[in-house]
């Protein structure tokens, strides 16, 4: 890198995905610590070599709080810690309060055991196979999903027209899904952004 006019070292960019599957901090805590030990043997050899970072950027969001603490590093990037979701609450993140994303959808359909909504997997992203969980109505369970449609069970079910709110097992592949996000307070609309990312390809 010296040798080339055309490359700015500027310094290292590390993504512990690894640690977002686990549940206990303490062994959370004890991966990071594991990931900063390599990156700090890392940028001692590149300062051996002449080359001193500026930038080390690091983290997700379930080992933020921990990066937080490392005195070497300049920059955290946490990305669903904007909004948080189902799995940083099963992780101990954060509590169910604390997420504030969801997709706000409404029952088209009502049977005797089950409603239907009007959104699917093309407006709520189901990585990993797990379905959305319903905040708004805390007795209701989505038991099934197609493209377009969401069915619900429970008792008791939602009227005709009702509408539900449900929150994403991960956030990420949600948001993109969306033209713009509207943003709340209680029931009055602040503003509505448009999501920048919409419909991009690497």
């Given at each position: 890198?010296?040798?080339?006019?055309?490359?700015?070292f500027k310094g290292f960019m590390g993504?512990?995905?690894?640690?977002?599957?686990?549940?206990?901090?303490?062994?959370?805590?004890?991966?990071?610590?594991?990931?900063?030990?390599?990156?700090?043997?890392?940028?001692?050899?590149?300062?051996?070599?002449?080359?001193?970072?500026?930038?080390?950027?690091?983290?997700?969001?379930?080992?933020?709080?921990?990066?937080?603490?490392?005195?070497?590093?300049?920059?955290?990037?946490?990305?669903?810690?904007?909004?948080?979701?189902?799995?940083?609450?099963?992780?101990?993140?954060?509590?169910?309060?604390?997420?504030?994303?969801?997709?706000?959808?409404?029952?088209?359909?009502?049977?005797?055991?089950?409603?239907?909504?009007?959104?699917g997997y093309k407006g709520v992203g189901?990585?990993?196979?797990?379905?959305?969980?319903?905040?708004?109505?805390?007795?209701?369970?989505?038991?099934?999903?197609?493209?377009?449609?969401?069915?619900?069970?429970?008792?008791?079910?939602?009227?005709?027209?009702?509408?539900?709110?449900?929150?994403?097992?991960?956030?990420?592949?949600?948001?993109?899904?969306?033209?713009?996000?509207?943003?709340?307070?209680?029931?009055?609309?602040?503003?509505?952004?448009?999501?920048?990312?919409?419909?991009?390809?690497?």
């Amino acid at each position: 890198m010296k040798k080339s006019p055309h490359v700015i070292f500027k310094g290292f960019m590390g993504y512990d995905g690894h640690t977002a599957s686990i549940k206990e901090f303490e062994k959370r805590e004890e991966a990071v610590d594991s990931a900063y030990d390599i990156l700090l043997q890392v940028k001692r050899e590149f300062e051996r070599g002449g080359l001193t970072p500026e930038v080390i950027s690091v983290g997700e969001t379930p080992s933020a709080s921990i990066w937080a603490t490392k005195e070497e590093v300049t920059e955290l990037q946490p990305g669903t810690y904007i909004f948080y979701d189902i799995h940083q609450v099963e992780l101990g993140v954060t509590d169910i309060d604390h997420v504030s994303a969801y997709v706000l959808s409404q029952v088209i359909s009502k049977g005797e055991d089950r409603a239907v909504l009007d959104v699917g997997y093309k407006g709520v992203g189901i990585e990993l196979g797990v379905y959305p969980t319903v905040i708004s109505h805390k007795s209701l369970k989505v038991t099934s999903m197609s493209e377009e449609h969401t069915v619900l069970r429970g008792d008791p079910l939602p009227g005709l027209e009702e509408r539900i709110a449900l929150v994403p097992y991960h956030i990420c592949p949600t948001v993109d899904l969306w033209d713009e996000a509207v943003l709340v307070d209680k029931d009055r609309v602040i503003t509505r952004l448009r999501i920048e990312a919409r419909g991009k390809k690497v």
